[in-house]
């Protein structure tokens, strides 16, 4: 909005325009408060005041998500690149072999500085530099080498002179093969993506090329595609089972209504680990669902169906679970649709089908949204639930991730299959963002 003032000359007339916010301004810096204060500093003060204690109270969720999330992320994308095995165990050696142009042996002045840091390494025994932390890495490079770093380093205390290569040579014949010193160069590097490599089923070959795993370690990829399959299949049944059921606690009356809503509701007041193995008693062969089975003649007794410890439990399970996830936000989307429209809709000719097609499923979609993508994300990371009622069949990709972390204790391995989850979840949430939409999400 913007004033004219005109002020009249006697030989001609000037027009000069002022903004609004101008005369505000100069309305505030003209008025003083009663300590003195113009009233426009007064303003800027109190409007500073509240944003200062609006920071504040925001301060501990900052803090919480820092700590419980921002950082755990970051370790892992840096575990996923960084281990240090080989320059903590041989440090000096780990300098010198990078300038090794991998042809041949190296130097005989590497091979004593090789031995000289393995001894180093024995005698010192710190955490996470010890010789089995080497052996350990370079058992992850070449299978069956652990055993024969942990057996030299404790011939290697007799060692005391050169020539220090023919002194590992007469110890074990194994340090002979040149692909375990290429090998090594890489390994004596702190950072590299040959656990990325690992996680798409690739390596390093012995020329430093990257090159397909063996058949029998190829088994990342395959089950990323299988995690992302269930899911898949998870998620459309909740929504199947799901649709109905919203649609008919969003109609009765609200008492009744209220009533079903607490049964959705009970499984999350029960344990999770309770809930699993209750599946495990329903669906093992000598389970209920099958003694059912047998006692109305739909199977013989030597014709069990095998539902558990496969992708059958898993995903039965895991519906069963991730249910309630998909029925509360279809069933807040469904309670605001007025039935005056489909009224309307049938008013004007529409047969229940097509009225149903054109007006009230489209407005349901901001919940199917909204439970899929929940449903979805919530059963690519599940771990638990496959764990226990999968077996090898139905073990999803945060089982591996698991075991890498909790079992083989191959860090860098499960951060980068982690890493990889991650960015698969985001890549899909893009997709999911650009064909429905984020902002017409609705989750009650």
Request: aromatic content about 10%; charged content about 15%; proline content about 5%.
């Amino acid at each position: 909005m913007r004033i004219s003032i005109h002020f009249r000359e006697p030989n001609h007339m000037t027009s000069t325009t002022l903004d609004q916010k101008d005369i505000s301004d100069a309305s505030a810096d003209a008025l003083i408060m009663v300590d003195g204060v113009p009233l426009k500093q007064k303003l800027a003060e109190t409007t500073k005041k509240q944003r200062s204690r609006a920071l504040l109270l925001t301060v501990p969720l900052v803090l919480f998500l820092v700590i419980s999330f921002v950082i755990p992320i970051g370790q892992m994308l840096f575990r996923s690149v960084h281990n240090p095995a080989g320059s903590n165990v041989l440090p000096n050696f780990a300098i010198a072999i990078q300038d090794w142009d991998g042809k041949g042996y190296p130097s005989e002045a590497m091979f004593e500085l090789f031995v000289k840091d393995m001894q180093n390494a024995r005698k010192k025994r710190e955490i996470g530099k010890t010789v089995g932390n080497l052996a350990t890495r370079m058992n992850y490079t070449i299978p069956g080498t652990r055993s024969l770093f942990t057996s030299t380093s404790r011939k290697l205390s007799k060692v005391t002179e050169g020539p220090y290569k023919e002194a590992l040579f007469k110890i074990d014949k194994k340090w002979e093969n040149k692909v375990i010193w290429r090998n090594l160069k890489r390994v004596s590097r702190d950072y590299t993506i040959a656990f990325y490599l690992a996680a798409l089923d690739h390596k390093f070959d012995d020329d430093g090329d990257i090159i397909a795993a063996d058949k029998l370690y190829q088994i990342y990829v395959s089950n990323f595609f299988k995690t992302l399959k269930l899911s898949a299949i998870i998620t459309f049944l909740c929504l199947l089972i799901a649709f109905p059921v919203s649609y008919l606690l969003s109609i009765l009356p609200l008492r009744t209504s209220n009533l079903l809503m607490i049964l959705v509701l009970l499984p999350f007041w029960t344990s999770l680990l309770v809930r699993t193995t209750a599946w495990i008693a329903i669906l093992q062969t000598q389970g209920i669902l099958n003694n059912i089975l047998v006692s109305i003649g739909l199977v013989s007794d030597d014709g069990r169906i095998q539902m558990i410890y496969n992708q059958t439990g898993t995903i039965i399970a895991m519906v069963h679970i991730l249910l309630p996830f998909m029925i509360l936000p279809l069933f807040s989307v469904m309670k605001t649709i007025p039935p005056s429209y489909m009224r309307a809709a049938r008013s004007m000719g529409a047969t229940p089908f097509t009225a149903y097609r054109r007006v009230y499923f489209p407005l349901t979609l901001p919940g199917i949204a909204a439970g899929t993508l929940l449903v979805f994300i919530l059963a690519i990371g599940y771990y638990i639930t496959p764990a226990l009622v999968g077996g090898e069949d139905g073990l999803l990709i945060s089982n591996l991730i698991a075991y890498h972390i909790k079992s083989s204790l191959n860090w860098s391995l499960g951060a980068a299959l982690g890493t990889i989850l991650l960015v698969t979840v985001l890549v899909l949430y893009w997709v999911y963002n650009k064909l429905v939409g984020i902002d017409k999400l609705s989750f009650g």
